[in-house]
């Protein structure tokens, strides 16, 4: 869809995702890392465990799809060059300190006087503005002041993270959100703008719910492990059970959501003699939590939880699949790639080819489907430079100024 | 100017992933109207909190937060007059969003083939929990759930314990950031093309975006993750820590050898940036347990916002872990006009957080509260639509606005 369009993306891991998206739109992506390459390309994992900058598999997933150069935004034949690319985009993407294009003569106003349409997007800790501007952050720290570690993990020990970072994809996508309502404004007036994403406010979001809590109960919500204290009564509701070999997860609703959950679930346990007299013949559908008590709730969740013990996840994902009630497995990455759903899915599991390894990589492959707009085919993430001189040939450098270019420093 | 003040949006959908989607379109001047039935309501509406502590359809802060700056209407999709009005709602839209199970719109003949008859040019946009096909295209599910599928909850905690899955429906704030951008090169396309489109944004396929690499490990190196709390190989220590009161914590992160000295040094204890026993980040992750008890000797007598000021003047990442009420606080988030303050109907004045970034000319946020149930019948009918007061009164007789 936006093939006519391109992107410079000067990004380092807060900004990714970004990039990625357009790419997966369509876009003209092209990746601008300094020379040597980005420091990125040296997180684990790493393919066959190799520690390698060209063999990231971090870094492969946020770049497929884009192009790469080197530039050295250091010299002034870097600016020089980035300046004449500026003027060839539609989008430019950074995650720089707040101020340092600036400090180079490559801020807003600067590159909006090249190129009165560009869309600038900035991706800051804390956005380029408010008395945080300059302090430093990184997964943990984005996600703490977001609100959501404040209520992950068990009531005896700290809180937690989510086990792979997400701070900076959370960032990554709202930046290209962003970035796409620009475009569109600009489709209309002709004029671009400077898009300014706090990496904070993106995390800020992921609660669902607990400043609205503070705001109206003066309650906090807390961390409770793999139950959900509902602090307004003290109802403890389970979301992680234990079954024969790992865990599923199921929640008690009642009202409109019993349906797919406790009323088919009752009628299976009751199917196979699981279910105590106390829970049969009960009207979900007018269950209400805000009005049980939680030796009532404690109850019916123990005979859940024994049921549960009775059988395998696959069992449980299986057999509630066939009763149309929402158990859902605690999967780890190796049941994400063997899901059938995901294999029905015509292309969703892209195999990338790796020429430089012989081999063919299985990537998630883009989450849209538009019926004008046939998948991107995407391809693998680029090698250090690996596209100077088609980039560089095009906007006019001669091969004799990229070798000067080359050995300036710049690119 | 309103970035998107010429677009119009029929919002059929419920719960979060469809109306976050909408929402941010409304927070950028679409004119947005989302349809609810007043038989069965969003479930969001009887999410708790409640206003006063008293139930009620229009006093969920939390429906509230999903739905600011839209137009709602109450209509009956099980009547067939109620259908009527759907279509006319959507000659009028640019765009359509419905998170419905697939096949429910179809079946009440508003699928997109019928809809894009004669009007070629119509965007719509389904947000299935799983896919449109497929075997488990109409399993139903949540974002609670999807996120356990997807695998957060099996990377999130302890070794020793069960999985930490996190709390809320998380999938249901990766997908709407998706959906407008495909929404928005799909109205880029039609403005070049004049044709419209259909999209289908899958919300299981958005969150595994969020675990690729990992998802890639196994296939490539065959590794499974495990649990590990908050620690991360390339930064020691790293971590959250007690501080001083009841449930404060503070979050630290060092990953430099700079950070480090900055840390001893804001501890007080320069000398311990010159221990062989922590000089580097290998002997520092061989010592780790000894780090943290170290650090967490220090923060645990003092505030959580004091250990974040010292250490981030310091240049050492640092945060407080933030409760519902430091959010409400938070001077960063206060002084970027985060949070904005409208008058709800029923709930009276209350907080929304605006979009996640700010724009130079076109700036986005929400422009009205979340509507009750039904609270611009009027206005859509009658000045949207065209109804006449007679068929107004006759509609609504015959239960098409229920």
Redesign the interface.
Known sequence: ??S?YRALDLTDEKGF?CGK??AE??ADVIKIEPPGGDPTRNR??F???TPDPEKS??W???NAGKKGITLNLETADGRAVLKRLVATADFVIESFTPGYLDSLGLG?TFLSQINTGIVLTSIAP???????RD????????M???????????PD????????P?AY???G??????A??????R???G?G??????I???C??????????????G?????H??V?L???TGVRLR??W?CKDG?????LYG???AR?FTIPLMAWMEEEGMAPDFVRGRDWARFDY?AATGEEVDRISEAVARFFLTHTKAELWEGG?KR?C?V??????????ES???A???E?WVRVEHPEFGDT?????????????PPVRLRRAPLIGEHNIEVYTELGFSGEDIVLLKEAGAI | ?K??E?IRVADFSWV?AGPLTAM?LAD?GAEVVHVESST?PD?LR??????D?I?GVNRS??FA?YNAGKYGISLNLRHPRGVEMARRLVVWADIVIENFTPGVMERLGLG?EELSRGRSDLIMLSLPM??R????AH????G???????????????AD??????????TD???P??????L??????R???G?G??????Q???G??????????????G???V????R??R?VP?????CRGE?Q???I?V?TDAEWEGLCRTMGNAALADDPRYATLLERRRHEDEIDSLVEKWTAGQSAAEVMSKL?RA??????????????E????A??G??VELNHAEIGP??Y?R????????H?EPQMPAPCLGQHNDYVYRQILGISDEEFVQLLNEGVFD
């Open positions: 869809m936006l006519p995702i998206t357009l739109l369509g684990a994992p393919y066959h465990d598999l971090y492969f997933a946020y807003y804390f956005g380029q503005s408010g008395p945080y302090f430093k952050t990184s997964d943990l720290v984005s703490s002041l977001g609100g959501y570690v404040y209520l992950t993990g068990e020990r700290p809180p937690v993270r989510i086990g792979f997400q994809l959370h960032a996508l709202v930046a290209a959100t962003g796409m309502i620009a475009h569109y404004a489709q209309v007036t004029q703008q400077w898009v300014d994403v706090s904070q406010e993106a800020a979001w992921i609660p669902l719910d607990s400043y609205n809590f503070w705001e109206f109960s309650l906090l919500e807390q961390r492990g793999t959900r509902r602090p307004e979301r992680i234990q865990y599923v997860d199921f929640e009202g409109a959501l797919a805000s699949i149309r929402v859902y497995p605690v999967a780890s990455p190796r049941e994400v790639a059938a759903q995901l029905a899915r015509g969703y990589i299985a990537y998630p492959g883009p989450c849209f489907r538009a019926s004008q707009s | 100017m970035a998107l010429d979060i941010l950028f069965s479930v009887s999410v708790w909190p409640m206003k502590r139930p802060p939390t937060r997109y799983l896919g096909t497929g075997p488990l399993h139903p599910g949540l609670v759930q999807l996120s356990d599928l997807i695998g957060f909850g099996n990377i999130t905690g302890w314990r069960e999985p930490n899955t996190p709390p809320g429906a998380y704030l990766i997908s950031y998706y959906a407008v951008c495909a928005m090169a799909a109205l880029d396309y403005r070049r093309t044709k489109q259909y999209v289908e944004l899958s299981y396929e958005a595994v975006q969020f675990v690729a690499p990992l998802i890639m490990d196994w296939t490539v190196n590794r499974e993750p649990r590990r709390g908050n991360c190989d930064a790293h971590g959250v820590y007690k449930e914590w503070c979050a992160a990953f981030q240049g050492v990442p640092a945060a407080v872990v933030s409760s519902g009420r430091d959010l409400y938070d001077p960063q988030l002084d970027r985060f949070y209350h907080h957080p979009p996640p970034f700010k724009m130079s000319r076109s986005g």
